[in-house]
């Protein structure tokens, strides 16, 4: 499976910068895209956020950046980015498995969906103590199922990490346990 990962995208104090955005900004329960835009708190519970608008367009830039890298790892053309959300998991968050392109009646351009961006804005313990200070949360790891082989590729959350992967991998995010799991995602479209 094509997998772009970039384990420095974004420095400790950009990711910084985002979050405090995010606390400052208004949050819906995430909505879920099939023939009508609804939320179910059964298939993904995770608040998305609205953040600072320049603060947005300054990650958007930083993505734009990236859009090369991407396109060569992906080995695929890449068109315009759909735009970024920034998603806040609580604790016993989730999004059960799904893909991030098809052909759905409630959001027609998720058929031209070619890349999934997601940067982590903190990270994830993983067989060490939780350090909610620095941020850190428990579980919430990425985990894409790129075949019928049932063996799953799963992404340890770190801040900054940046992961781009084709839009129709089955993916999802495993819950979270203690703490908060904060990301940045994105699309781009068909080239």
Known sequence: MPLLIEPRFLAPGDCDR??????????????????TIVTSSTIRRTTSIEIDPDVREWFERRLDDC???IAH????????????????YPPEGFYLPHRDRGDV???PAAARRAASVVVFLNGS????????QNGEFEGGLLCLH????????????????LVAFPAEVLHEVLRVGRGTRDAAVDWFYDG
């Open 18 to 35: 985002i979050r405090r955005a995010m606390d400052r900004g208004d949050g819906d329960a995430a909505e879920i895209v099939g023939d």
């Open 67 to 69: 859009r090369p890298a």
């Open 73 to 88: 790892a992906l080995g695929r053309p890449l068109g315009r980015r759909e735009g970024a959300g920034f998603l806040r």
């Open 105 to 107: 009646a409630g959001w």
């Open 125 to 132: 313990t993983t067989n060490r103590p939780l350090n909610s």
């Open 146 to 161: 790129p075949d019928s082989t049932g063996v799953p590729v799963q992404i340890t959350p770190e801040a900054g990490l």
